[in-house]
């Protein structure tokens, strides 16, 4: 299974090293990804660019991914959000703060990272077609 053409997601996550691993994965299965370091850096790109996808981290500095997410839903409502987090209490916490956001927990084999991110674009494709 491929992604959908054009695509774009938000990456923000402030792990140089996963940062790095996650992007090439997500451009490797037909995405357009844009990485960041933190939400700090994140927030005005989705006030200057539309994305169709923020997959965040939670746990970053200066603004962690919840308030994110919270900035997205109020300049982007469009825009899907999945989190990524090493932390079960935070996953608890992103959950009941972001309902409808995927948590993905550390570690996962980026096979499932590229199964959920397609699983949350499902019905893209044939939507753009009506």
Known sequence: MTAAPNLRILLAEDEDALRAYLERALIKAGYDVVAVANGTDAAPL????????????????????????????????????????????????????QPQAKVLSKPFHLRDLVLEVERTFEGHAEASLS
């Open 46 to 97: 989705l006030e200057s660019q539309s994305f169709d996808l923020l997959l965040s981290d939670i746990v970053m500095p200066e603004m962690d991914g919840i308030e994110l997410a919270q900035h997205c839903a109020e300049v982007s409502p469009g825009t899907k959000v999945m989190f990524i987090t090493g932390f079960a209490a935070v996953s608890l916490r992103a959950s009941r703060e």
